[in-house]
């Protein structure tokens, strides 16, 4: 709903990661969900997505209720939402950054090639973060989690369960 890029952008990111066979946490790769969350740090760097949780923390409550797949109520925060929509709208929405899709594919695998500090348990990796959207390094607690990686790896946070995604369960990795 935020930018018509990041659907396409997932896809064509998680289809590539099928086709080379990188993409399956029972085969112990990156899962499909993990691809995803990548994608979305990498827009959050790029300014074209915001952290959501960072937009909620600096908003006004309103809840919306829902029904979840068990048909228990749900409330959610989105107020949030429309101030961001309406700021962005203000300021000339995403056809103003002049990114094009081919900017996004080449910019997202540039990023992980070569910016991003992949990370052997150290202290100088990086973790993908879409809660804070910000480069941030591992801290102690987040890397004790799992099993020790033998080669440099990334380190994905799932943003419900603050725990890292590639944690390797066995496979070629």
């Not at 150290?122 to 809660?131: A, F, G, P, W």
Request: hydrophobic letters at 40%; charged letters at 20%; proline letters at 4%.
């Amino acid at each position: 709903m935020l930018d018509d890029r990041v659907r396409p952008l997932v896809l064509l990111v998680k289809n590539w990661a099928k086709r080379m066979q990188v993409c399956g946490a029972n085969e112990g790769n990156l899962s499909s969900y993990a691809w995803t969350i990548m994608v979305v740090y990498f827009l959050q760097l790029a300014g074209i997505l915001p952290s959501l949780q960072v937009l909620a923390d600096s908003s006004s409550t309103v809840q919306d209720l829902d029904i979840n797949y068990w048909g228990q109520p749900c409330e959610f925060d989105t107020s949030f939402l429309g101030e961001y929509l309406a700021r962005r709208a203000a300021e000339g929405g995403a056809a103003n950054d002049g990114f094009t899709m081919a900017h996004l594919v080449f910019g997202f695998f540039h990023f992980f090639c070569r910016a991003y500090r992949w990370g052997r348990g150290d202290l100088q990796s990086e973790v993908v973060s879409i809660r804070c959207a910000d480069r941030r390094r591992a801290d102690p607690w987040f890397l004790l989690y799992g099993k020790a990686h033998p080669e440099p790896g990334l380190h994905v946070e799932d943003p419900i369960e603050l725990r890292d995604l590639n944690i390797r369960q066995g496979g070629r990795g």
